[in-house]
C-alpha cells in the first residue's frame, strides 16, 4: 500500500492498535494475548539511525503501521517460549542501540518499495526465530 508523502510524515505509531489490526487484515492473527504488535522499523528511537530507516520506508511509499512493518512479539520475558515463537525475545528487551543499528543495515540503499517489503521479511523472519543480532 503506497502513501503520499505528507501522510507518512504525520502517521502515528502509538498505540500499535492500528499496526495489530493490519496485522490481522492481513492473515497474520495475534499468537495469543500475550503477544504485542512491534513496528520493525520504529516511529521513534533511541538513535539517528531509527530516524534514518523511517525516512526510508516512507521514501519508498511504506507506512510505518503498514503490516510488513510489522511483527508479533511476547510482550514480557516471562511470555517467551510460545510454541509459535518459541526462541522469539521479547518485545522489553528488542529496543536497543545494536537493534536500530541491525535495521538500519536492512533499510538503507535499496532500489525498490519491494526490495524494503523483502527485508522488511528478513527482519520479521530473524525476530520471529530468535536469531536477530
Request: charged share 25%; proline share 5%; glycine share 6%.
Amino acid at each position: 500500500m503506497q502513501k503520499a508523502q505528507k501522510e507518512l510524515a504525520n502517521e502515528k505509531h502509538h498505540p500499535t492498535d492500528r499496526l495489530a489490526n493490519f496485522m490481522r487484515s492481513e492473515g497474520r492473527p495475534q499468537p495469543s494475548p500475550r503477544f504485542t504488535a512491534h513496528h520493525l522499523v520504529q516511529g521513534k528511537g533511541k538513535t539517528q539511525l531509527a530516524a534514518e530507516s523511517r525516512v526510508d520506508l516512507h521514501f519508498h511509499g511504506i507506512g510505518i503501521n503498514d503490516p510488513d512493518n510489522g511483527v508479533w512479539m511476547p510482550m514480557h520475558k516471562a511470555d517467551k517460549g510460545h510454541w509459535a515463537y518459541k526462541n522469539a525475545a521479547a518485545h522489553s528487551e528488542i529496543h536497543t542501540h545494536n537493534y536500530e543499528k541491525w535495521v538500519h543495515t536492512h533499510t538503507q540503499n535499496l532500489d525498490s518499495a519491494q526490495m524494503m517489503r523483502d527485508n522488511l521479511l528478513i527482519l520479521r523472519t530473524h525476530l520471529k526465530n530468535g536469531t536477530q543480532p
